[in-house]
């Protein structure tokens, strides 16, 4: 018996603590998501990282088209201590890390 897949739209989702870690790296989120009615995906999340220059090397060597602006980026964040904290808001598919606008998710089925 084949089960047809569930919509994301109009779901919610509580993220309580997600940690991500790779030698010294570490990225941990926290924080609400949800997918509305049209699909946009809106999030409210509090990011920490442990190791920024760490987590952008894997960054830039898994994404290295964006290699340039991924050490740029993070330079930044290395001159906040080794374990500074953002947020992370998604409105309407419009991502901004603090107020640094990130891009645009596109809506989701």
């Not at 809106?42 to 894997?58: E, G, M, R, Y």
């Amino acid at each position: 018996m084949k089960t047809q897949a569930r919509s994301l739209r109009g779901q919610a989702v509580g993220i309580h603590k997600l940690d991500l870690s790779s030698g010294t790296a570490r990225i941990t989120v926290s924080g609400p998501v949800s997918v509305d009615a049209n699909g946009q995906v809106n999030a409210d999340l509090t990011i920490k990282l442990q190791d920024p220059k760490a987590v952008a090397a894997i960054l830039a060597t898994a994404i290295p088209e964006q290699k340039s602006q991924i050490e740029q980026g993070f330079a930044g964040l290395a001159l906040l201590g080794n374990e500074p904290s953002m947020p992370l808001k998604v409105v309407k598919g419009k991502v901004s890390l603090g107020f640094i606008p990130l891009g645009k998710i596109k809506p989701l089925d």
